[in-house]
């Protein structure tokens, strides 16, 4: 069965960087695009980016453009996501986001566990 | 950006009633040549992740029980439960994937009455 599984909670200071994982299996990794979304608590979801099936193109949320890097290891089937300069409004739930396999655009069928990010001095 | 607006920001229904949600974009996100809907439907439970309901605006995800429909085009589209569970408790969520940023609607939750 199709399984996204992240890293665990992080606890950073503002300033530091995070990244989160996201291991996939049940499918073929590089036939998917993976998108990566986050939620403050009494938020709505918000878009953060994308890493393409077949050659991992990436596209990134404006807000977020130059501080938001995705890349993936094809041989281990793991995406990442790593957001620097961090500020106390990044604080949210991280997730990744499985997307479609025909293009780019497409909804979100299965999703990772989610993953705590604190910053906080 | 497209902006996503729900109505009503909550509901209270009692268990066998009619579940309406609303989901208004400020831009259509209907692609013309394929006559698709970019527009998804996702219910979200405390301490999991969003679940996929529906896409294309009323195609039902596998698996999803068939209580749940969308329907609607453009920019107005509707979820409907036919007859609420009390597994149904969640906060609903709408979203567009017809142009980067994907963007959501504020969510509506769902009570029992």
């Known amino acids: 069965q199709v399984q996204l599984v992240q890293s665990g909670a992080e606890v950073k200071k503002p300033g530091a960087s995070v990244k989160v994982s996201c291991k996939a299996s049940g499918y073929t990794f590089t036939t998917y695009t993976i998108h990566w979304l986050r939620q403050a608590p009494g938020h709505r979801p918000e878009w953060l980016g994308w890493s393409t099936a077949d050659n991992g193109n990436t596209k990134y949320s404006q807000e977020l453009q130059g501080r938001v890097t995705i890349t993936r290891d094809t041989s281990a089937s793991t995406a990442y996501m790593e957001l620097s300069s961090l500020r106390s409004d990044d604080m949210a739930v991280y997730y990744c986001a499985r997307g479609s396999r025909e293009s780019a655009y497409g909804s979100l069928d299965f999703w990772g566990q989610g993953t705590l990010v604190t910053v906080s001095s | 950006d497209i902006v996503m607006t729900q109505s009503p920001d909550s509901l209270a229904m009692s268990l066998g009633e009619r579940a309406t949600f609303n989901c208004k974009s400020s831009q259509s996100v209907l692609y013309s040549p394929s006559n698709k809907n970019y527009l998804a439907w996702y219910q979200h439970k405390p301490g999991q992740p969003p679940k996929l309901l529906i896409y294309?605006?009323?195609t039902r995800e596998s698996g999803v029980p068939d209580r749940f429909s969308g329907s609607g085009s453009g920019t107005d589209f509707t979820l409907t439960i036919s007859s609420l569970q009390a597994e149904d408790v969640a906060v609903y969520y709408c979203?567009?994937?017809?142009?980067?940023?994907?963007?959501f609607g504020q969510g509506t939750r769902l009570e029992i009455k």
């Open positions: 294309w605006a009323s």
């Open positions: 979203q567009q994937y017809y142009t980067t940023p994907y963007t």
